[in-house]
């Protein structure tokens, strides 16, 4: 994906500070809108559906400002898809950390995972195109699993090993790392729906931070499960056991 081009154009040495920091200030948003843009039409319609001049005409821009920020339609596509929320992978530092304690992990894992959600629409945006890109592949759907959600997966993994006192992780363990991650997952997937019925729930910054706490909690509470059920194995009858008699 091409950078971003910060000045709309050239700056000579005889440009004042003043001028250079608006110029710069211009291209960033003109850069923005584009994006924005994009990215309601595409997830809207789709990638094959929304043409070039269409968003031009809906970002109140020209066609080669699309060429100038992005290269093409596949590049503007790519930088809608990815730049808003991230990748998976950009967040394993907040939680893959040897000296952290579970809930510093796991304060980690969710802080990092829920900081798109802040942005309101704009994420709703991007799970519906997430989705879409599922439906109508157009392969960065298959790229994100492989680069960024298989390595985040991975080090969860690792996390749990660490703190479970396994050396390798067995399907339990990837079980539970799933199951960790699927409490955010479903936050982006049904927030149209809790919107709907407990609206107060996604109103503020700080109901963010709430929702983060508590998948914490809920998180630890899986994993101590986990280690419950791998320390105390469900009793069997012993082979040769008579019967227990009824009592009237």
């Known amino acids: 994906m091409p950078a971003a081009r910060p000045p709309t154009r ?11 920091r608006r110029q710069r200030s211009d291209g960033a948003h003109a850069r923005t809108q584009l994006l924005h843009t994009a990215l309601r ?10 043409s070039i ?5 809906a970002a109140g821009a020209n066609v080669a400002a699309i060429s100038y920020y992005f290269g093409d339609k596949a590049g503007l596509y790519r930088a809608v898809f990815s730049e808003p929320i991230g990748s998976a992978r950009d967040d394993i530092a907040l ?24 942005q309101g629409e704009l994420v709703q945006l991007c799970t519906r195109l997430h989705f879409r890109e599922m439906l109508e592949p157009t392969g960065l759907w298959a790229e994100e699993v492989d680069q960024g959600i298989k ?10 090993c660490r703190h479970l006192a396994l050396e390798q992780a067995d399907d339990d363990v990837h079980r539970l790392a799933f199951s960790i991650t699927g409490l955010a997952v479903q936050l982006f997937i049904s927030r149209d729906v809790v919107e709907l019925i407990r609206p107060e729930l996604f109103g503020t910054p700080q109901a963010i931070d709430c929702w983060a ?15 419950l059920r791998r320390n105390k194995p469900a009793a069997r009858p012993a082979a040769n056991s008579p019967p227990q008699e009824r009592k009237p």
């Open 10 to 20: 050239p700056l000579s040495p005889a440009t004042p500070e003043g001028e250079r």
């Open 95 to 118: 939680y893959d950390q040897p000296g952290f304690t579970l809930r510093q992990s796991l304060q980690g894992f969710f802080a990092g995972f829920l900081e798109p959600m802040r």
């Open 151 to 160: 390595p985040a997966h991975a080090a969860l993994v690792a996390v749990l």
């Open 41 to 50: 039409l595409f997830a809207e319609q789709g990638f094959a559906k929304t």
């Open 53 to 57: 001049r269409e968003i031009a005409q």
């Open 213 to 227: 706490a508590r998948l914490v909690d809920y998180a630890q509470a899986m994993v101590a499960s986990e280690a």
